[in-house]
């Protein structure tokens, strides 16, 4: 049954076609979690930046949906913590999203987000605390 005569523009057209491709192909096809969400890395890696006292992270990981936009998001506190957060938040497009994984590397340049020790990277189910100043090997 051809459903594309009841749709108006071509912006509808496309979500079905993308809704048709995926249900063709027999992947799964994901509930409506469109809110961001924590989620989790594999490497995270600390550079010095080229102006003294800032630093670049690094963060990679795999991503749950191979069309998620992964962005690293730091805590906003009242003081500076010893620690400071910084959480690896994905968000999904709007319209029908296949499960199908994909590798993700994010940069966020550490200029004021640096706790009295260091950085917390956040993920899902894992952190890990980096000290800074960095000592360069």
């Given at each position: 049954?051809?459903?594309?005569?009841?749709?108006?523009?071509?912006?509808?057209?496309?979500?079905?076609?993308a809704f048709a491709i995926t249900v063709t192909l027999g992947l799964p096809?994901?509930?409506?979690?469109?809110?961001?969400q924590q989620i989790d890395f594999e490497k995270t890696k600390v550079v010095?930046?080229?102006?003294?006292?800032?630093?670049?992270?690094?963060?990679?990981?795999?991503?749950?949906?191979?069309?998620?936009?992964?962005?690293?998001?730091?805590?906003?506190?009242?003081?500076?913590?010893?620690?400071?957060?910084?959480?690896?938040?994905?968000?999904?497009?709007?319209?029908p999203v296949a499960t199908v994984t994909g590798p993700y590397q994010v940069?966020?340049?550490?200029?004021?987000?640096?706790?009295?020790?260091?950085?917390?990277?956040?993920?899902?189910?894992?952190?890990?605390?980096?000290?800074?100043?960095?000592?360069?090997?």
């Amino acid at each position: 049954m051809d459903y594309t005569h009841r749709l108006r523009g071509s912006t509808g057209y496309c979500v079905l076609l993308a809704f048709a491709i995926t249900v063709t192909l027999g992947l799964p096809v994901i509930a409506d979690e469109r809110e961001p969400q924590q989620i989790d890395f594999e490497k995270t890696k600390v550079v010095p930046g080229l102006i003294d006292g800032t630093y670049i992270l690094i963060v990679a990981g795999t991503k749950p949906y191979q069309a998620m936009k992964v962005e690293l998001v730091p805590v906003t506190y009242v003081r500076q913590p010893e620690y400071w957060g910084i959480q690896i938040i994905g968000k999904l497009p709007d319209g029908p999203v296949a499960t199908v994984t994909g590798p993700y590397q994010v940069v966020l340049v550490l200029s004021g987000a640096m706790g009295t020790k260091g950085i917390e990277v956040m993920g899902r189910e894992k952190s890990k605390k980096i000290n800074l100043p960095l000592k360069l090997k």
